[in-house]
T-cell receptor
Framework: GEDVEQSLFLSVREGDSSVINCTYT??????LYWYKQEPGAGLQLLTY?????DMKQDQRLTVLLNKKDKHLSLRIADTQTGDSAIYFC????????????FGKGTRLHILP | NAGVTQTPKFQVLKTGQSMTLQCAQD?????MYWYRQDPGMGLRLIYY???????DKGEVPNGYNVSRLNKREFSLRLESAAPSQTSVYFC????????????FGSGTRLTVV
């Protein structure tokens, strides 16, 4: 079945850029998502990208998609302490009955 | 605009007790979901409702039941709680099953002793 893989932990110094990587197996993925979960809270949709796009930028966030390699990345520029959270990669085929498949999440730890 | 509201936020149950977790959304979404989140396991789908009047099993449905009461509300029931059901439970909703991402509630932290 479909699978979404991401590393479990990432440590980055405050002010540096964070890059969180994700790979997925479903070649029919149409929507690819990044969610953020802050401590004690639910998941919040950060951004999503369509499979016909290579890149999407939104302020400090840059999403890169390599469809050939089925690789998605989230870059956070000028990482701040408020970026400390778990980041989930997710994908869906975009058909009416295809549920979103989530990765296990990457915990981003900010070093002072 | 409240989004997705879950109650209660915290609950402690004794083994064998029953309880219902409540979820309501005010975004006129068609689809609703129940997930559990455990350390190292990510999110696992318990049940979902693609539209009012329908419910389907997800990845880990055993020990749970659901009711889609109306378009707004989707409840999760534990008939006889077990320690293995200690988890954080999230409700989510979306316009349709596969489109545009889900909106999540803030979660219910359940401990079964």
């Amino acid at each position: 079945g479909e699978d979404v893989e991401q590393s479990l932990f990432l440590s980055v110094r405050e002010g540096d850029s964070s890059v969180i990587n994700c790979t997925y197996t479903d070649s029919s993925s149409t929507y690819l998502y990044w969610y953020k979960q802050e401590p004690g809270a639910g998941l919040q949709l950060l951004t999503y990208i369509f499979s016909n796009m290579d890149m999407k930028q939104d302020q400090r966030l840059t999403v890169l998609l390599n469809k050939k390699d089925k690789h998605l990345s989230l870059r956070i520029a000028d990482t701040q302490t408020g970026d400390s959270a778990i980041y989930f990669c997710a994908e869906s085929a975009g058909n009416r009955d295809d549920k979103i498949i989530f990765g296990k999440g990457t915990r981003l730890h900010i070093l002072p | 605009n409240a989004g997705v509201t879950q109650t209660p936020k915290f609950q402690v149950l004794k083994t064998g007790q029953s309880m219902t977790l409540q979820c309501a959304q005010d975004m006129n979404h068609n689809s609703m979901y129940w997930y559990r989140q455990d350390p190292g396991m990510g999110l696992r789908l318990i049940y979902y409702s693609a539209s009012e009047g329908t419910t389907d099993k997800g990845e880990v449905p055993n020990g749970y039941n659901v009711s889609r009461l109306n378009k707004r509300e989707f409840s999760l029931r534990l008939e006889s709680a077990a320690p293995s059901q200690t988890s954080v439970y999230f409700c989510a909703s979306s316009e349709e099953v596969g489109y545009y991402g889900y909106t999540f509630g803030s979660g219910t932290r359940l401990t079964v002793v």
